[in-house]
Structures are given as C-alpha cells and as structure tokens.
C-alpha cells in the first residue's frame, strides 16, 4: 500500500522503472545493432521511449515475450504519450509541490484542452488503457495504470467544457454556478438551477450514456457528466487499492471521493463536479 504522501515517491520510480533507461543499459546497447532476449529489448523500449521515439519503443515493446506487466502498463503510456494525450510528466506539474488535488484537475484538463485531444478516438485510447490494465499481475501496478488511465479520462472529459479563454471555470459546466452551489438538486425547480450552459460540450445524460471504464461500450459516443462520474468511480475504486484507505480523503483522491458520490441526477453531478474542483 501505498500511501498519499508518498505518492509523488511513487511516481518518481514509476517513471524511473517505466519510462527511462539505465544509463549503463544504454551504453552497453550502443554498439548492438539489434537487441536480442527480452532484457535487451525491454531496455532498447524505454531508451527509445526516453528519446521520444514512441513508435521505436513499440516496436520492441511488440517483441517482448516475458516482463509482461512492465510491456502492458508501459505500452499504454507510449500509446498515450504517441497520441500526444499524455505523459508522466504533465502529471509531475499539475502536482506541484504536493500530492495533487482541485488544481491538478484544472492543469490537466486545459493542458488536454490546449493539445485538442478532446476526440471519440482519443476516448478509446483512454479506455483501452484502464482494460488493458486487468491483465497486470502485479496488483499495485495494476491499480497505479488503472488510476492513472481513470484520471487522464477524467480530465480528458473535462477538458471538452473548456472555454476559448483555455481556463475551466464553474460556468464552463453549469450556466448559473451561484444559483446551482445552492441547489438542493430536488424538484424541478432547484434541479434547473445546475443546467448546463448552451456553450458547453458536455452534454446532458441521455439514457445508458456510459459503462463502467473497463469495457469500450459508449465510449466513443459524446462526451458528458455521465462519463465525467463514471470515470472518477474507476478512479476512486483503484485508489483504494493503491492508497491507504486512512488517506483516500485528501489530494486528488478526495477530489474522486467526492465525484464518485454525486447523486443520481444530472443536478447532483454538476454541482458536486464545481464543488468538488473549487470551480470559479
């Protein structure tokens, strides 16, 4: 278990074990012309994958046959980072000098925002990450690419409110945030209060708009609050694995905590989404 404060720790050797080569591995494959056995190969992955050359990393990745965990989880970061949605460290910034939280959130989805990955397209990369993710065996890996893959879907979603001022703001996803921050979210009348801005691309829920993250049905189809809280459930259930659950109420595991619990209507989510992230 891993706790919240030791988050960026863990982090760092994540990216340290799945993202960059050993110094003497790369100097010991500079004179090879091609690397053979999967140590080699996996070694030959993450200096290309440390150079930016993501469709090099790929091809390596490809020939492993054994470190099967390491070639699910760090196939997926490259398949992200290729599609220019995500790298290990956007999450380092957002961080900052923390454990993350109401800021990261908003670093995320306007970086996501200002890159345009706001695609179907981009969803299923997303999501075939986190289903990918099941068939690590190690659980603590498995939890951290299922945690990671939920967070950068939910910013992802978030990032399709953004406004042209490139900032997501509380209007960005109700049209009157004073009135819906007072919303008892019950009758007609207070749940009109967290309708939606006529700007906004996140739409309203319309039927059997998502599925739980580990299957691809709808996910291709509009974004919405609907997904934005389905996405932060996946989260929030692989938080509890990878954090101590004495520490799943602070950082951005709060954030999730508290998506995860919205309520039933569109009004709930709403509101507990500007809530939830501070959204001014």
Same mark, same amino acid.
């Given at each position: 278990?891993?706790? &919240?404060?030791?988050?960026?720790?863990?982090?760092?050797?994540?990216?340290?074990?799945?993202?960059?080569?050993?110094?003497?591995?790369?100097?010991?494959?500079?004179?090879?012309? @091609?690397? *053979?056995?999967?140590?080699?190969?996996?070694?030959?992955?993450?200096?290309?994958?440390?150079?930016?050359?993501?469709?090099?990393?790929?091809?390596?990745?490809?020939?492993?046959?054994?470190?099967?965990?390491?070639?699910?989880?760090?196939?997926?970061?490259?398949? &992200?980072?290729?599609?220019?949605?995500?790298?290990?460290?956007? &999450?380092?910034?957002? %961080?900052?000098?923390?454990?993350?939280?109401?800021?990261?959130?908003?670093?995320?989805?306007?970086?996501?925002?200002?890159? #345009?990955?706001?695609?179907?397209?981009?969803? %299923?990369?997303?999501?075939?990450?986190?289903?990918?993710?099941?068939?690590?065996?190690?659980?603590?890996?498995?939890?951290?690419?299922?945690?990671?893959?939920?967070?950068?879907?939910?910013?992802?979603?978030?990032?399709?409110?953004?406004?042209?001022?490139? @900032?997501?703001?509380?209007?960005?996803?109700?049209?009157?945030?004073?009135?819906?921050?007072?919303?008892?979210?019950?009758?007609?009348?207070?749940?009109?209060?967290?309708?939606?801005?006529?700007?906004?691309?996140?739409?309203?829920?319309?039927?059997?708009?998502? #599925?739980?993250?580990?299957?691809?049905?709808?996910?291709?189809?509009?974004? *919405?609050?609907?997904?934005?809280?389905?996405?932060?459930?996946?989260?929030?259930?692989?938080?509890?694995?990878?954090?101590?659950?004495?520490?799943?109420?602070?950082? &951005?595991?709060?954030?999730?905590?508290?998506?995860?619990?919205?309520?039933?209507?569109?009004?709930?989510?709403?509101?507990?989404?500007?809530?939830?992230? *501070?959204?001014?």
């Amino acid at each position: 278990m891993k706790t &919240l404060p030791q988050f960026k720790k863990y982090l760092s050797f994540v990216l340290a074990t799945t993202a960059l080569i050993n110094l003497s591995a790369c100097n010991m494959l500079a004179f090879m012309d @091609k690397p *053979s056995g999967d140590v080699q190969l996996l070694d030959a992955a993450r200096s290309c994958l440390d150079k930016g050359d993501y469709s090099c990393a790929l091809e390596y990745y490809q020939q492993l046959s054994g470190f099967v965990d390491e070639k699910i989880s760090e196939t997926s970061l490259t398949n &992200l980072a290729n599609s220019n949605i995500f790298k290990m460290s956007d &999450l380092i910034e957002s %961080l900052g000098s923390g454990t993350g939280g109401t800021s990261s959130f908003s670093f995320l989805a306007e970086t996501l925002a200002t890159r #345009g990955k706001t695609s179907s397209a981009d969803r %299923l990369t997303i999501q075939k990450a986190y289903a990918d993710a099941a068939n690590i065996q190690d659980s603590t890996l498995k939890s951290y690419m299922q945690f990671i893959s939920a967070l950068i879907m939910t910013n992802h979603l978030l990032a399709s409110a953004v406004g042209a001022d490139g @900032k997501l703001t509380a209007s960005d996803i109700v049209s009157s945030p004073t009135a819906c921050n007072t919303s008892t979210c019950v009758g007609a009348g207070e749940i009109a209060k967290c309708e939606k801005p006529s700007s906004s691309s996140l739409l309203d829920k319309l039927g059997s708009d998502a #599925g739980i993250l580990g299957t691809a049905s709808n996910w291709d189809t509009d974004p *919405s609050i609907e997904k934005v809280i389905q996405a932060a459930i996946a989260a929030n259930d692989a938080s509890t694995i990878l954090f101590s659950s004495g520490n799943t109420s602070t950082g &951005l595991g709060d954030v999730f905590n508290t998506l995860s619990n919205a309520g039933a209507n569109d009004c709930f989510k709403r509101r507990a989404i500007i809530s939830a992230l *501070s959204l001014q």
